[in-house]
């Protein structure tokens, strides 16, 4: 992590974004109304998602002539007034939209599955893509300033809920379950929705709206790519994505992201982390980042925790224990301070699938040169995160005080040797999974690593109450390391990998019975619950669970006589 002297002129040259002014307004309206409605479900999210029906100017006016009492307070008759004459209600921005390419029952759907049970509720599962579909409105289309909703040029999935729009890491689970649905048209537009935003900014934002243009999340585009053109052969897409894999692939290895460790013998590793171009309030939530940073006294010490906060939204795992210096104290969270196992994954990915994708479109060069580069991820994977002893790769934690630009020496003790679900991640890789010792050992470390439970795998080992930590367990990385055991040719490994998946379908499967639907997460602990804890309350929809689901049963099927109750 940067010293606070040089942390401030790396501000100046390159690392903050700026809120675009109907957005600080919309902060604004939130922070109003959490101090009128004070309600234990206020979700701050909502208010910033809020289309105008006026202009900015007109609206604002309006807004600063409310009558407040001496404290500044507006009443609830008069607020809820304001936002009834003003405005259309957030999600009015993304209208619903049939897909074309969907069948209540596409041909040759899930083979495998022969239990009628299983099958009746995979179709359920399959429809909820009808509800999850959406388009950007005309209205954004003629008028933008008044939207937080970025005009995307195709159709899309959403996550579900207060997810409203786009979300980057998503995509790619949602993508494996459209194709197990045949729906390839509906994957390319989520992966052309992508593009687009790599063509304007430089990196896939975290999600489709004008407040997260501060960060990005999880790299996966590349992998939603190889995916399609393994399916469908599109070579224009592998054509039309290759370029913009090159840009994203550059900012994920640019300055602020990436880090130099010296390894006991002598050589260099470059990796990268994860550093939000922000140190502020995130506007989707800034009354409660606010909340959480009134401990720290220091203006500088605010704004590091600010940037520490958009850093681990960046990584999808927001929040955990995983991030946090000292597990009970949230205000420790110290993410630009982590070279994360998971995020070199996906860039190796990356790194593989370009050289995939160039090979294919005829460009040697660029082919060669990311061989080359995948093989340098793969040794300084192993170099500085592989623990021979817990027989997996553990994050590493940087020495404070140093910039980007210097190399760090590899240190034992800064090997964060706390288990967390992305330890395994390595495994989904073929240059990882394809080593029969490797496999092994990591079998055995995973089977008594304590993550493994009645209804699939932790998170972590720390019940802390944030949602990234035990007991949750969430789709993306069930799938992740039951797709890398299945894959490795080992017998042994894809029973593994078939056992975690059946636990995992019957929790999704008995929860949708009792609730009538898919969950964002799920406590493994106790089948058929879902998961709790985090700073909003638990959403249901829900894109990637619903494209694991999907993806597990087209990969293992399921016997007609195998029971599928808790």
Not at 231 to 253: C, I, S, Y
Not at 273 to 296: G, H, I, Q
Not at 348 to 354: G, R, T
Not at 409 to 426: D, K, L, R
Request: aromatic share 12%; with cysteine; glycine share 6%.
């Amino acid at each position: 992590m940067a010293s606070s002297h040089q942390s401030q002129n790396l501000d100046l040259i390159f690392i903050c974004k700026e809120t675009t002014p109907l957005v600080a307004f919309l902060e604004r309206v939130q922070e109003t109304a959490l101090s009128t409605f004070v309600d234990r479900h206020f979700d701050p999210k909502f208010y910033v998602d809020l289309s105008l029906k006026y202009s900015l100017s007109t609206t604002e006016k309006a807004f600063d002539g409310l009558p407040r009492t001496e404290n500044g307070a507006v009443s609830v008759k008069d607020l809820e007034e304001f936002l009834t004459t003003y405005f259309q209600d957030a999600g009015k921005d993304a209208v619903h939209y049939d897909p074309p390419d969907f069948l209540p029952e596409p041909v040759g759907f899930l083979p495998k599955v022969e239990n009628p049970e299983v099958r009746a509720w995979a179709l359920d599962v399959h429809s909820l893509w009808k509800n999850l579909s959406r388009k950007v409105s005309d209205e954004v289309r003629k008028q933008p300033e008044l939207h937080t909703f970025l005009p995307l040029p195709a159709p899309m999935i959403v996550p579900g809920s207060r997810f409203r729009e786009v979300y980057y890491w998503d995509s790619y689970w949602v993508i494996r379950g459209l194709l197990a649905s045949k729906m390839y048209e509906t994957a390319k537009s989520i992966v052309t929705n992508l593009i687009s935003l790599v063509n304007v900014y430089g990196y896939a934002l975290n999600g489709a709206r004008a407040y997260y243009t501060n960060r990005s999340q999880p790299p996966l585009l590349s992998a939603m790519v190889y995916e399609i053109y393994n399916r469908t052969g599109d070579m224009e897409l592998a054509k039309k994505a290759l370029p913009v894999l090159l840009k994203e692939h550059q900012f994920w290895n640019s300055e602020i992201h990436k880090i130099t460790i010296q390894d006991a013998q002598g050589r260099n590793h470059t990796l990268s982390r994860y550093y939000a171009m922000w140190n502020k309030p995130r506007p989707e939530s800034s009354v409660l980042d606010k909340k959480y940073a009134s401990k720290l006294l220091k203006v500088s010490e605010k704004q590091q925790f600010y940037r520490e906060l958009a850093s681990a939204a960046e990584s999808g795992w927001d929040f955990s224990t995983r991030w946090m210096r000292n597990s009970s104290e949230f205000t420790t969270l110290a993410t630009t301070s982590v070279l994360p196992v998971d995020l070199n994954v996906f860039i190796l990915k990356m790194e593989l699938d370009i050289a995939f994708l160039a090979n294919k479109t005829g460009e040697e060069s660029i082919a060669a040169s990311f061989l080359e580069a995948s093989q340098a991820r793969k040794r300084a994977i192993n170099s500085v995160f592989w623990n021979e002893k817990m027989g997996q790769w553990l994050d590493y934690w940087l020495t404070t005080g140093t910039t980007c630009q210097e190399s760090q020496t590899w240190n034992a003790c800064n090997q964060n040797q706390n288990v967390f679900a992305s330890n395994f991640s390595p495994l989904w890789i073929d240059m990882f999974n394809s080593d029969a010792n490797l496999v092994k050992s990591i079998m055995r470390s995973l089977e008594s690593s304590g993550l493994l439970c009645a209804a699939g795998i932790a998170t972590s080992l720390t019940n802390s109450g944030e949602q990234w930590d035990f007991p949750n367990g969430w789709a993306p990385f069930q799938h992740i390391i039951v797709e890398g055991l299945a894959r490795s040719g080992s017998q042994e490994a894809r029973s593994l990998a078939e056992d975690i998946a059946v636990r995992w379908i019957r929790t999704n499967y008995v929860t949708y019975k009792k609730t009538g639907a898919m969950h964002e997460k799920y406590n493994v602990e106790k089948c058929g619950e879902f998961g709790r804890g985090g700073k909003y309350v638990p959403q249901t929809g829900f894109g990637w669970s619903n494209g694991v689901a999907l993806a597990f049963l087209e990969e293992f099927g399921w016997p007609r006589d195998h029971r599928i109750d808790c």
